[in-house]
């Protein structure tokens, strides 16, 4: 039995998402969308608070939050004049994209729905320090069985290209 | 009444369909990273919910959310530039208008 | 290495070497580019002729084996590739014609521009192939070579040529890779039937005598090789290539062209198609012999209304190479021997014809035989090296044409068919036909009064020029005036197959 | 004089033709004439020393039990066909070879010296191409020389094409002339014809015997030596036929088109008066004296198997009487002063060929006059006086061109006055062709029309009325050029004639045209090689005496003095006359295969069907594929939305799929 504050948050939070989103994707303003978008990445940090994956959660604000939607913003103010609306996008497009998200979406519901026996499962209690930082870095820089060192170095040779890929692209010529 | 896994679900499912609607139908290409911010945000959110209640005792989906975000950061950050680099040269962001590199 | 005491690998280590002297050459470096290429094609034609002294004296010391300076190297031991090194009469004469007419092609694009350093590197490259082809005796490395001399020319018309070169040029490489891919089939199904005990091989000495293709297997294989060499050896109705080909190529690459690729079709056609497949050969050569048969008439007919140079010659190739096409599927000593004389003569005479046309239309800017007349008076040496070629081509005595066109007549009677004697017959009678055409260029390019009075101002050949020609113009002459010799080296190297082919009747 | 000089009388026109081809441009042009000139005479020399030694000596072999036999000088292998079928260059020397030695030599140098002054304008400078001239003479009298004394059939091919060569060259040393290039390219490929079925004829031949040598033709291979083995050719060809006739019969009518194309038979003989735009000592020695007598040579060569082959000898035989006839028909009517001597060669060469033919395997009279024999002798006796009046007449001729400088004989009339040396060299060439005692044509055309009676009654009296006619138009040109009227002079140079060298070999020419039916053929020249008894037939002689004398009365009559005679006839008979002016429309019929039917309707269509169809075919494949290749290429637009739709619905339909194979 959940406790009802955890409910009325899962709820909040579900609520946000699902708003939002659809929001993020109708909305005419490009800005707007990019501040939905912050709300949803927002909401979707709470879920993984909610999952115990306090670290997680943190990365996703600083991320996502704080750093992608940022450069969004700058992005679109680069190259947006502000408050020139976007044109609205021809119907058929719309009712295509709507079609093919709802196929999407009623597929995979489906398939959702159909394997109810795992899809109820009730949340596990793990232990309070099972995910610590300093388990999440033993894990990461470790060469064990389930070690992450060798992704962990790869990713970050994919950002050191994507570093120099920025500055390649962005250099004035 | 319990937060079962299915309920988490729902919401990122609506996320993903939120996030293909956006990519099939924007036409500007800033709008289409954000829907597939969404999309990839929804998949994280799949990953974590399910190592949290199918797979309690390891951390594998989570550290796939977080290698995902890393790297979602890099490539955002490079469409990023490569949009502005566009923009820069073709004075527009449309992707119908962009027919340059097109046969 | 034992396998760099064998002469053989220097006629593709010399073209290389030259690649690597001509790309330290710079562009500007005209002087050192001409030095590089002649020296070059010098000692392959030193090499070559040396070759023939060494073919001459292993036989003379009594050497009968099928192929002489043997030398296998394993390249990829999975499939028992090997550079397998080998000549026999029919590739010595080959290979000498080669070399001349790489020497002959260099003096002739003396004057290349642009570009000259580029143009002779991939005239090298493609010298490589060839020479490579006529040394080798392994299935893959022949067939690499074939690719080898077959790229080149793409660029080389694409880069260098005139006209509508860009059609050309992607005609002639289509049309040829087309042969290539036909070819590419045929070459694995024979590896894969190369042997009984499964011992696969790719050297073509021991396919022969492993004799091992089933018959109906060769039924299959048969068509597919002698069409992919037969495209190559223009043979009709796959010799569309060639005329367009030849009109837009550099005069050089024309030489080359007609000289020497289009005899890897004839060689490859006898050395693979026919060597490794008898019984198929024996079974099909009527289609083919029909196909080559009407091709002689047919080119020749064609040549006859034709009013661009390089078309009449071109048509004029049809009709040759498919007399050699000819030749070959009759299957006895004389006429293929007479097959290899006319592979001999027609590439001099066809490189001469290129040389000649390429210098006039280097000066005058057309080749349209109605548009020029009266060049004897103007350009007297080149003149008569037209008329020379022409006469060679018609088959006057004393130069190569009519020994080998003989050769060929008398070797293809001796079959007792109606069918095979009513082909030469036809045959025969493209020896009219070529008069005809050959007299009319003759009197309408070099006779009559000067059409164009710009043309008076234009200069007779270079010395450049007279030595390109002249090399050829002998060469003609040599084989017209002593064909036995020739007729000596060759002749013997028919044998295995003329019992291989004999057996299966 | 050792025989095995004649090597070095065929190799050094050789030698010189190389020699003044490469080297001749460099030098000064008189210089290359003489030099010419010089070294034709070193062969005509040798020539005519290893002919004699051959007809007169006995110690080289020549002579074995009173018969002459042919003498191999050598003969190296040139090029193997099979290890027995062999292609010799060699030289051999029988009786019919060293008359032409003989023949081919005197004229070559008569011609040569000629030409010193023929070939150069009124000034005495020499032509442009005087070295080259000289250089195809040389390179003509080599293949002539090399033809005649061939060892096999082959050579002979191919010296036939060497003269053709030569022939085409010379023919079209005015090069820059359209008519001469046209003349030379007609006469190359008609032969060319020609040859195209010698070679079948030899490939035939070669096919059933095995063999090229024409000793091992006629005796076999066995090495026997007497002719009643000559038909083992016949033999070995095993009976096989073709078409009802056998293959031997076949061979040997396809070597006689062949030959029929180098001595314009009709109807190959359309190229000889063409071939009169050619220099005119070119046309003395090539197409009157030499080369037009290889295909009559060819069949002599090859005569003991044409008498066993019945057949080939009667298609001669009518092709040659015909021939005769109509170029003489067509002779009477030519303007042109060197067309009617070319008809008149062709009439003349025809009785040559007609005489070989009339002789038959059934000698029945040759207790009398050697039968089969006669013919052979005759032809050969007309071939060598021939060959030195028609040489003659033609180098006349030259030197009336040159000095009036129009080839037409209404530019000519009475030049008598002028040219007396000319006029009478003329006359005695024309007294010799006609027939007329004791002058040389008399004595072979005599055994000709003899041969020809003896074979039937209606060949005589054909061949008779022939050489009545001959009588008639020689006469006919003769006056119409020296009488006839005054000559007008147009010119501040009155016509007169020439310098000495060209004069010389007139005088010289003429004199052998009076002796040299004095010659004791028989002796010398037949067939196999014995003796041949013949007598002075005087019915015959004394009737064709008659006939030409009317002949040329006639002549006389009609053309001495100016008179309306000629036009009247002409009026009269306007349809003949244009008929026969006009060559009996065979150079229309020819004109109408070669370019009507044989490039309208056979190469266009052919080149149109290479463009069109063939090539059509291929770029179709080409286009179709491109085409292909372009709509495939919608699929790939480029937008990346489009693909993700793509991707999804494929994506989905996947899931849907999985789903139902699970929950099934």
Known sequence: MESVGNLILYFVVALVIIVCSVLTVTTRQILRSATYLLFVLFATAVIYFQMDYAFLGAVQIAVYAGGIVVLFVF????????????????????????????????????????????????LAEIPADAVTIDTIGRFLLSTDKLGYLLPFEAISVLLLACIIGGVVIARRR | MNLTLLMYLVPSLVMFGCGVYGFLTRKNMIAIMISLELMLNSVDINFVVFNRYLFPGQLDGMFFTLFAIGIAAAETALALAIIINVFRVARKVDINQLTKLKF | MEIFSNILIYFVIVPVLTLAGLALCSNKGIKAIRTVAVTGATVLVAMAIYLVHLFLQARGAGDTSEMILRTDVIWFAPFNIKLALGVDGISVVMILLSAFIVFAGVFASWKMNPLPKQFFLWFYLLSTGVFGFFISIDLFTMFMFYEVA????????????????????????????????????????????????????????EIAQNNAIPHEWQMWLFPLTFIGFGVLGAMFPFHTWSPDGHASAPTAVSMLHAGVLMKLGGYGCFRIAIYLMPFAANELAWIFLTLTGVSIVYGAFSACVQTDLKYINAYSSVSHCGMVLFAILMFNTTAMTGAVLQMLSHGLMTALFFALIGMIYGRTHTRDIRDMGGMMTIMPYLGVGYVVAGLASLGLPGLSGFAAEMTIFFGSFEHNDMFRRVLTIAATCSIVITAVYILRVVGKLLFGAVQNEHHRELTDASWEERLSTATLMISVAVIGCFPNFFINIISDSFLPVVKALGAMI | MPLSYTIAVVAIPLLMFFFLGLAGVKMDKKLTGVLGVIGMLITTILAYGVALTYFFGSDQGQMADGVRQAVVVCNPDWLSFTQTLV???????????????????????????????????????????????????????????????????????????????????????????????????????????????????????????????????VFGSNGANSLEVAQSAIATSGGATFLGCSVMAWALTFIFIGGAGKSAMYPLHIWLPDAMEGPTPVSALIHAATMVVAGVFLVARLFPLYVIEQGAMDIICVTGAFTAFYAAAIACVQSDIKRALAFSTISQIAFMMTSLAVSSADGGLIEIHGGQGLGFMASMFHLFTHAMFKALLFLCAGAIIHAVHSNENSQMHGLHKYMPITSFAFLIGCLAIAGIPPFAGFWSKDEILVACYEKGLGWGIWMSMVAGMTAFYMFRIYFLIFHWKKHEVHTEHAPSDQPWTMTLPLIILAAISIVAGFVPAHDMVTWDGKELHTQLNWTVAGTSVLIACIGIGLAYKMYFKENELPDKLQARFSGLWEAAYRRFYMDELYQFITHKVIFQSICKPIARFDRAVIDGFFNLLASVTGSAAYGIRRLQNGSIQSYVYVYLVGALALAVITMVCVLI
């Open chain 1, 75 to 122: 992005a679109i103010l680069l190259t947006h004049q502000p408050g020139k609306d976007a044109q609205q996008v021809e119907s058929t497009r719309r009712v295509l994209g709507a079609v093919a998200a709802l196929l999407a979406v009623a597929v995979c519901g489906f398939g959702l729905f159909s394997y109810a026996n795992f899809c109820g499962r009730q």
């Open chain 3, 150 to 205: 077959l790229i080149p020319m793409y660029l080389l018309i694409g880069v260098w040529g005139s006209g509508s070169k860009n059609y050309s040029a992607m005609k002639l490489t289509l049309m040829l890779m087309g042969g290539s891919a036909f070819l590419m089939l045929g070459l694995i199904g024979i590896y894969f039937h190369s042997a009984a005990d499964g011992n696969l091989t790719m050297n073509v000495l």
């Open chain 4, 87 to 217: 292609v010799r260059m060699g030289i051999m020397l029988d009786p019919i070879a060293a008359m032409m030695l003989i023949v081919i030599s005197t004229v070559s140098l008569m011609v040569h010296l000629y030409s010193l002054g023929y070939m150069c304008d009124h000034h005495g400078h020499a032509e442009k191409g005087f070295q080259r001239y000289y250089a195809f003479l040389a390179l003509f009298t080599f293949s002539m020389l090399g033809l005649v004394v061939a060892t096999n059939l082959f050579q002979i091919f191919i010296f036939f094409e060497m003269v053709g060569l030569s022939s085409y060259l010379l023919i079209g040393f005015y090069y820059q002339s359209p008519a001469a290039v046209h003349a030379s390219k007609k006469a190359f490929i008609v032969t060319r014809l020609a040859d195209l079925f010698f070679l079948l004829g030899i490939m035939i031949l070669s096919y059933y015997t095995g063999t090229f040598d024409f000793h091992q033709l």
